[in-house]
Each structure stands twice: as structure tokens, then as C-alpha cells.
């Protein structure tokens, strides 16, 4: 029964692209900001397909999506997931990709009639991104218990409306509690979004783990002023404060090396006129390290100079932690077994760790969880540039099946790639 199974690519690559169509950017690349209407639309479209492939569908009170596919015995799911939300000059591929392959491993079974020992559930957290509501991942976070229901639900985004009351509006407010769960394992299949792969030319990444993230915003309050009138060594001038550190990122990154990075991603300066001193700059610091230790390092070198440059400018600072996530290692044998697996079906493999964040690394918190990677080309993510090639698409989604097949209790002998 469980002869040559195989995944449908060009099924697979129909769904992502019939998902692009919603939230679709006029060129190209999707906005699908998380609890929108375009978000709505598209999670729509995604209940429907997991009703049409007999899946039960729950929904708890962050809006999460599991559509469940029945086991022959009563034991805890295998987890397969992603997220559909986006950042607003997004991709077809980013989230979409994991949560769709999961409908794909189930309509391979269903096509092939083939019961499984334990229920398979495909999830679509929300919130993934955190470009609307911070902190990002925030659908899986709550769902293992590392974040308040209630609290989560309180948080008020970046256009000042409250995750309840979008939640409410686009009819995602379900009635299943958000509370740790039991799950045999996680795994979720994502594009790299970086260069490694494709320029290494291999197929598959295997992932030990996620690198841990610092996501810090700063508020400096200074002076305006007239552009003309006021001498150099009077001024308070937010705007300075912001380039300075803006640099100073970059510098503590560099010379940290190894796999530290940097990023000053958001700076808004008011009043923001060409004859104005700022009085006011508002600017998000990211920090990102494998390494949990120069994580640290990194965190508090920044706040060193913060606390020198607004000293040397006159310059009051508030600061507020907008995420912070310890770098999460992998469950060994499980990454083990996506690397057995990607070889048997003949795909090259290279083992690498994640410098974005995931849904897996919180399931990792309650399960084991393991992700596998395919190429990005041109290394672009949240980009509406960002493409994965079709063959790419379907080797991952064959190793997903593969994987999955032998932690859900079918012969991974029988998986064949497509």
C-alpha cells in the first residue's frame, strides 16, 4: 500500500501561487499583514482546503488554524506548520510554503488511502512576522504557554488597534483554549531566506537550530530647533543620537564577527523637516547571535553606547524590549532523521542554523522540532522578489512527507522523491 508514494509538486506549487493571489502586490509579492482583511481572505481560503481534504478544524483564541487528519489510534499529533501572514512587501513562499506542504503530506495519504498510526495536524499560527503586533511568533508562543492568552489579545499594533478586536473583526476568535499542548513532534519545511544553499548548490538545509534574537525599540527626546540660528555645540539633536548608534550597530557586528549580526531596521524622526532640528527620533535595534553568552555581549555593548551618545548629545532615551528569544538548539535525533531521509531520496544536504526566526523554535519548548530548508534564490526574503523554483518546492516537500510518514507510523520506504 505504501509502494512509490509520492507528493504532487505542481499541486503544492498551484496552492502557494492561488495564495499569492491574496493580499497580491500590483507588480508582484503579497501584503497579507497579520488579522487584516487580506489576512482573513486568505486563512478563508485555507479552512476551505483543509475542510475539502476531511480535516477536523479547531481555532483557539489567538486565531491558530490545526486542521487534524484522524490517526488509527488516539495518540498525540504530529505537528506539521508554518504561518500564512507576511511582512508588507512579502513573497508567495515565506510561511506559506510550511503550511501548505502539510496539506500536501496529507492528500498524499488521502490519495493513496494510507492510515497512519497517529493523527497528522497542519497549523497556520498567527502572527508570525510581528511586523503588525510585536512580539513576532506570537500565535506559536502562546500556543506552548510562553505567552498570556489574554495578554497576547491585550497587544495594541502599529496602526493602534488591539489584537482582540482584529481578531473579532475577521471572525478568528475560536473557542479552543490556547494552552500547552501535547505533540509527538513539530517539523516545518521553510524557505532558507539566505544565500548558503544556492550558492553551495545544494537542495536541501538541514537545521540545527535558531539563532536567538534582541529586538530593542529607543525613543530620544531632544530639541527642535531652527536648522540656522542654532549653534553646533547647543543643540539636542535626536537625529544625531539615532545615526550614531544606527553606525554603532553595524560596527559592534563587525567587529564581534563569527555569526553576529546587527540591524537598525525602523528610524522615524520628528518633526522630520529639512529646517528643523529633530526633537524626536524613534528607532528599533535588532541583535541576532547563535551563541546565547554574545547575545548578551552584543545587547550590552549597544546599551553602552546608547548611554554615551545620549550623554554626549543632551539627549533623554526610553527604552522598550519588543522581543527576546534565547537561541533554541534542535532535537538531535529528529534533525538526524531529516538528514537521513533528504540523502535516501538522493538530495544534496548541507546542516545550517536558521538566522530568522521560526514557529519551530517555540515548539521546541514542548516537542520535539526540526525544520528543513530548500533554496532561496538570490538569498531574498521579505522581499516580493523572493522565489524558490519549483523543483526546490517539491524536494522539500518530498523530504517533509518522507519524515513525516515515519513519525506518523507509515514505511518511509515507500516514500520516493518526485
Not at 518546492?393 to 513525516?404: D, I
Request: proline content about 4%; overall charge negative.
Amino acid at each position: 500500500m505504501t509502494s512509490n508514494l509520492r507528493i504532487d509538486g505542481r499541486r503544492l506549487v498551484g496552492r502557494l501561487a492561488r495564495l499569492g493571489q491574496v493580499g497580491a502586490l500590483p507588480d508582484r509579492g503579497v501584503c497579507r499583514l497579520a488579522l487584516t482583511e487580506e489576512d482573513r481572505q486568505g486563512r478563508d481560503l485555507l479552512v476551505g482546503w483543509m475542510k475539502d481534504l476531511g480535516l477536523s478544524v479547531v481555532i483557539d483564541r489567538i486565531g491558530n488554524i490545526f486542521g487534524t487528519r484522524a490517526g488509527a489510534n488516539a495518540l498525540p499529533p504530529l505537528m506539521i506548520g508554518s504561518h500564512i501572514d507576511t511582512v508588507r512587501t512579502g513573497g508567495l513562499y515565506d510561511g506559506a510554503l510550511g503550511v501548505l506542504a502539510g496539506l500536501e503530506v496529507v492528500e498524499t495519504l488521502n490519495d493513496a488511502g494510507v492510515a497512519t498510526e497517529r493523527p497528522i495536524t497542519v497549523a497556520a499560527f498567527t502572527n508570525e512576522e510581528g511586523s503588525r503586533f510585536q512580539p513576532d511568533m506570537m500565535g506559536s508562543l502562546v500556543h506552548v504557554g510562553g505567552m498570556d492568552v489574554e495578554g497576547a489579545r491585550a497587544t495594541v499594533g502599529i496602526d493602534g488597534e488591539t489584537v482582540a478586536d482584529c481578531l473579532d473583526r475577521i471572525g478568528y476568535t475560536g473557542d479552543l483554549p490556547a494552552q500547552p499542548p501535547e505533540i509527538h513532534a513539530f517539523l516545518e519545511l521553510h524557505v532558507e531566506q539566505g544565500p548558503v544553499l544556492e550558492t553551495e548548490g545544494r537542495t536541501i538545509g538541514i537545521v540545527e537550530g535558531v539563532q536567538g534574537i534582541s529586538w530593542t525599540e529607543y525613543t530620544f527626546e531632544g530639541t527642535a530647533a531652527h536648522a540656522g540660528t542654532t549653534p553646533m555645540a547647543m543643540r539636542r539633536d535626536a537625529g544625531v543620537v539615532a545615526a550614531r548608534l544606527a553606525v554603532a550597530v553595524r560596527e559592534v557586528a563587525n567587529e564581534m564577527g563569527g555569526a553576529q549580526v546587527g540591524t537598525v531596521g525602523l528610524l522615524a524622526l520628528e518633526p522630520n523637516l529639512v529646517n528643523v532640528i529633530p526633537d524626536r527620533a524613534v528607532m528599533t535595534v535588532d541583535l541576532r547571535n547563535t551563541d546565547e553568552a554574545e547575545l548578551s555581549r552584543a545587547e550590552r555593548i549597544v546599551a553602552e553606547h546608547v548611554a554615551a551618545v545620549t550623554e554626549d548629545e543632551g539627549v533623554t532615551v526610553a527604552a522598550r524590549t519588543l522581543a527576546r528569544f534565547e537561541p533554541v538548539v534542535f532535537d538531535a535525533d529528529l534533525v538526524a532523521n531529516v538528514e537521513a531521509e533528504a540523502m535516501r531520496l538522493g538530495f544534496t544536504t548541507r546542516r545550517l542554523p536558521s538566522g530568522a526566526g521560526h514557529d519551530a523554535q517555540m515548539l521546541a519548548r514542548v516537542c520535539p522540532a526540526a525544520m528543513i530548508f530548500v533554496p532561496s534564490v538570490g538569498g531574498l526574503s521579505h522581499n516580493v522578489e523572493e522565489y524558490t523554483n519549483d523543483e526546490d518546492v517539491t524536494a522539500g516537500a518530498a523530504v517533509l512527507f518522507a519524515v513525516s510518514a515515519r513519525l506518523a507510523g507509515v514505511d518511509p520506504k515507500g516514500v520516493s522523491s518526485a
